[in-house]
Nanobody, 120 residues
Framework: QVQLVESGGGLVQAGGSLRLSCAAS????????MGWSRQAPGKQRELVAT???????VYADSVKGRFTLSRDNAKNTVLLQMSSLKPEDTAVYYC??????????????WGQGTQVSVSS
């Protein structure tokens, strides 16, 4: 019913920039929240950033000032602009969306994950 398609992962050097995009499609009435989480090797998955439809955003302390999240509600997409990347940003990044389908309760959906690698 609902699918999240991610793009934009890759390998960059420290200090560089990268943009991740996620688009939701399918049976969607609304998306109360949409954003990104990440999981580094040997680490627990952590929230990177998430944003409501109204534009209220929450960022992990480790990325504040470097990452910027934006949403295009008309296209059901979210963009994570990552700047001043550090090796510790290396992780698999997962798009996450809280989605309300027509006639259904709110559910969480996850993308397949995209690798972001930052070299020293």
């Amino acid at each position: 019913q609902v699918q999240l398609v991610e793009s934009g992962g890759g390998l960059v050097q420290a200090g560089g920039s990268l943009r991740l995009s996620c688009a939701a499609s399918g049976d969607i009435e609304s998306i109360p929240a949409m954003g990104w989480s990440r999981q580094a090797p040997g680490k627990q998955r952590e929230l990177v950033a998430t944003m409501t439809r109204g534009g209220s955003a929450v960022y992990a302390d480790s990325v504040k000032g470097r990452f910027t999240l934006s949403r295009d509600n008309a296209k059901n997409t979210v963009l994570l602009q990552m700047s001043s990347l550090k090796p510790e940003d290396t992780a698999v990044y997962y798009c996450n969306a809280e989605i309300v389908s027509w006639g259904m309760a709110r559910r969480s959906y996850w993308g397949q994950g995209t690798q972001v690698s930052v070299s020293s």
